[in-house]
C-alpha cells in the first residue's frame, strides 16, 4: 500500500505545486492523517500538504529524525503505509517533514 499514489492518483481537479527542480509535480492535498512512530499511535497529528507517487510532504507537531521509519494512514479504517522520514524542519509551532514511502 502506498498512500502518497494513492492520493496522487486519487485527487478529481489536482492543484500541481510550484515546481523548480523536480521531475515529477507534486501535488497539494491536505487530509488529516494518524502516525505510528516506535508502536506509538497518534491520531489526526499530522495534515498532508503534497503528494508525489513515491513521497508526502506533512506538517506535525511531532519532530521526527531523519532515516526514521514510521508508518502513515488516513484514519482508523485505514491500511497503514511505511514510510521514512528524508527531512524535517521547524516551522512556527510545527515541523514540516517529508515522507519517502516503502512499496510493498
Known amino acids: 500500500m502506498n498512500l ?6 486519487g485527487l478529481k481537479d ?10 515529477v509535480a507534486r501535488r497539494q ?8 512512530v516506535d ?3 497518534w491520531h489526526s497529528i499530522a495534515d498532508t500538504r503534497d503528494v508525489t507517487p513515491t513521497s508526502m510532504g506533512i506538517v506535525t507537531s511531532l519532530e521526527l529524525p531523519e532515516r526514521k521509519r514510521i508508518r502513515v494512514r488516513r484514519d482508523g479504517n485505514s491500511p497503514w503505509c511505511e514510510a521514512v522520514v528524508v527531512h ?9 517533514v517529508g515522507l519517502e514511502m516503502m512499496e510493498d
Open 88 to 96: 524535517c524542519v521547524g516551522t512556527v509551532g510545527a515541523y514540516k
Open 29 to 36: 492535498v491536505q487530509i488529516p492523517l494518524d502516525l505510528e
Open 14 to 23: 489536482p492543484i500541481d505545486a510550484p515546481e523548480y527542480k523536480r521531475a
Open 39 to 41: 508502536g506509538k499511535v
Open 4 to 9: 502518497a499514489r494513492e492520493l496522487y492518483e
